[in-house]
């Protein structure tokens, strides 16, 4: 009984959907290959169309709080849709991402305590605040810090 409750559930999946990537970061803006690395290890399963889908994401309960996390996620940053030909828009988001990092809020603490390699030291912060800044200034000298 317990079993094929378990059975019928695994019917209820979400859709686990790697949409086409549009304009990436990482092309875009090409960050040093460290920066570029630590992006890719610690946001990209949930801010991309590169999400690395694991196999327990294939299985009710987890699959929609996966699933969820990353459609939020990419709703609210999705660096395969980066806006390079808005430089303003682009700016902001750096910004968003270097608070988000500098806080300790991102990566979401759910993630890292799986994911070893997004674990990020104070100075992998440091190192990747101090690159979206200076992106960010560069792109929007106006906005300053
Ligand atoms: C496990 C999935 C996950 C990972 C990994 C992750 N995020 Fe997020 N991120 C989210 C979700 C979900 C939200 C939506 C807000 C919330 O629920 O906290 C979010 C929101 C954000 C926001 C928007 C905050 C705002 O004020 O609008 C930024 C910026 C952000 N993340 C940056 C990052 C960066 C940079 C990384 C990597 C260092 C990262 N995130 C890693 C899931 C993730």
Not at 76 to 94: F, G, M
Request: charged content about 20%; proline content about 8%.
């Amino acid at each position: 009984m317990v079993a094929g409750g378990f059975a019928l559930l695994q019917l209820t999946n979400p859709a686990r959907t790697n949409p086409p990537v549009v304009s990436d970061l990482l092309a875009m803006d090409a960050p040093p290959p460290r920066v570029a690395a630590m992006l890719h290890a610690a946001c990209y399963d949930c801010h991309s169309s590169e999400t690395r889908w694991p196999w327990y994401s294939h299985i009710a309960p987890m699959s929609w709080l996966i699933a969820g996390d990353v459609k939020t996620g990419r709703e609210h940053l999705n660096l395969s849709a980066w806006p390079a030909a808005d430089p303003r828009r682009a700016a902001k988001l750096l910004g968003r991402m270097s608070d988000a990092i500098a806080s300790g809020e991102m990566p979401l603490a759910k993630y890292t305590k799986i994911h070893a390699a997004a674990r990020l030291t104070e100075s992998q912060r440091k190192e990747l605040t101090d690159w979206l800044d200076a992106e960010r200034n560069r792109l929007e000298p106006a906005a300053g810090k």
